[in-house]
């Protein structure tokens, strides 16, 4: 056993404790951990090291070595790179590429294995303290919306409102261009979309969907009605009817219409998820299936695709400028600002919400 090796074999020692130990501090971990009946395991490629976990409905342990049979083994090429990986604190970007070069391998069922995956890494957050405790059992948190960046007020577990982020003396400084004899200084206050606001209300709405749900007249193998889309009601149904229906159909169509008929694309502002946003696994998946992709347009910035490229000659960049901000360049420099077919107080902002406002604002006031 090398030097690496017997490094690796102590981190994955500590690796059990660290499960024993946060069991028996926190609740929430014990009862995750409670109930489950497999074995897993992380080793080397070539075996000279490993440590397996057994997880049982009521005990959990850990042994030193290899297990011949384990529901779950993570294997890391080398002893070296586990180390490197398994070392807090992690940086989840040498987990990626280490994954994405074939440096690190899973086997085993995919629900067993991401179990595990999702225990490791709740070792590392579990028994953190979130939020700032307010007057009246309030606790105040951050959120990073789509919309702008604000506080979220919660009382018993439940959001009793949303307002924009508003600076302390705790918090950086903010920055101050210089123009033309003036001083700028953005407020100490963030700005949000208007839809922003309404996610209190999106939240709790009682149409919002929370489960699967099938149209009461649509049977799968039988009449499916499709003359009542938009005209029937919806049932709730399972999590495991949704996927088995879900799942068939891919395998029926794929059968009897070839793997062209499955058609897939993805806009670049929706369908979040493991599958649904356009840099997710959504094309391994469907690589995997056969399928005719949609080609992805240039959603949401044509302007800057077809437009501004033939003025700014920014074609590298698919039309939009260099990745800095050009409002000191403007406040300092420009003579006249024109916006070409836009109305930015009305059209604009998108993540950066009212940003620009007060930024339209300064620009009149250098004349």
Not at 94 to 107: P, R, T
């Amino acid at each position: 056993m090398n030097f690496a090796d017997k490094v690796l074999d102590t981190i994955l020692f500590g690796m059990g404790q660290a499960i024993r130990m946060t069991a028996a501090r926190h609740s929430s971990f014990k009862k995750r951990i409670r109930g489950k009946d497999f074995i897993a395991q992380i080793k080397t490629l070539d075996g000279s090291t490993g440590r397996y976990f057994i997880f049982q409905p009521k005990i959990f342990s850990s042994r030193k070595g290899i297990h011949a049979k384990a529901d779950v083994n993570y294997i890391i090429s080398n002893s070296k790179l586990a180390v490197k990986l398994f070392t807090p604190p992690r940086d989840q970007l040498d987990m990626i590429n280490a994954a994405k070069d074939g440096h690190v391998m899973v086997e085993g069922p995919d629900e067993m294995a991401m179990w595990f995956s999702q225990t490791l890494n709740l070792l590392f957050t579990t028994g953190t303290k979130y939020g700032t405790e307010m007057d009246d059992g309030v606790m105040r948190y951050t959120s990073n919306t789509n919309g702008g960046p604000i506080f979220v007020y919660v009382k018993d577990n439940k959001i009793i409102r949303i307002t924009p982020i508003e600076f302390d003396d705790m918090d950086a400084p903010p920055w101050t261009i210089h123009a033309r004899g003036k001083r700028f200084t953005p407020p100490r206050k963030t700005t949000v979309s208007p839809h922003t606001m309404g996610w209190k209300s999106m939240v709790y709405s009682k149409d919002r969907i929370l489960y699967p749900m099938k149209r009461v007249d649509f049977d799968v193998n039988g009449e499916r009605n499709p003359q009542n889309r938009g005209i029937s009601e919806y049932e709730r149904i399972s999590w495991d009817e949704a996927l088995d229906l879900v799942a068939g159909e891919i395998k029926r169509v794929k059968r009897d219409c070839g793997p062209g008929a499955i058609l897939n694309g993805s806009g670049s502002h929706h369908t979040w998820g493991h599958l649904g946003y356009w840099l997710s696994a959504r094309l391994r998946f469907f690589n995997s299936l056969g399928f005719t992709p949609v080609v992805h347009n240039p959603d949401s910035w044509e302007g800057w695709y077809w437009g501004a490229m033939h003025h700014w000659g920014h074609s590298a960049r698919l039309g939009a400028g260099e990745a800095y901000g050009t409002i000191e360049d403007c406040l300092q420099e420009a003579e006249m600002v024109v916006f070409w077919s836009s109305d930015p107080e009305a059209t604009s902002g998108v993540y950066g919400a009212f940003e620009g406002t007060v930024r339209r604002q300064w620009l009149k006031e250098v004349g």
